[in-house]
């Protein structure tokens, strides 16, 4: 069991859970049926449980509170599934490439609004119209 007292400062790095698996196999991961049932754990050991279960690599954003209590009760699904409704209720979403599961925050950074937000308070000042607000990443629904 791990806990930070300060979790921004305690994953001051990408937080790497190592395993073997080939850069291919990181999407059918998460087709894999698997069952999770955790009671106030912390969120870095409910991960590194996946990640050893499943002999996946799982990185985390430096962003995440790692901290976070998880309730899964006995939840039965593919991997993918599981990981959706453990993250999406704590802001947080999963991506995969070729190397690894990467676990962030759903909404854009705090700098990268601040950026916004300055560009626009210049544009104003040029008579420019405004840019279009950022969308959190992944947000956007696919084109059918």
Known sequence: ??????????LAIVL????????HETDKVLL???????????LLAV??????????QITIDVRTDVNQAITL????????????KLLTPLGLR????????TVEPIDPPAYFLKFWEKQNEERKILGLSPMPKPKPRGSSQPKK
């Open 1 to 10: 069991m791990c806990a930070f007292s300060r979790p921004g400062l305690a």
């Open 16 to 23: 790497l859970l190592f395993s073997s698996v080939s850069g």
């Open 32 to 42: 894999e049926e698997t069952r999770l049932d955790f009671v106030q754990t912390p």
């Open 47 to 56: 991960l590194s449980f996946v990640a050893d279960r499943h002999d996946v």
């Open 73 to 84: 009760r006995d939840s039965t699904g593919s991997l993918g599934e599981l990981l959706k």
């Open 94 to 101: 999963y991506r995969t490439d070729a190397q690894a599961i």
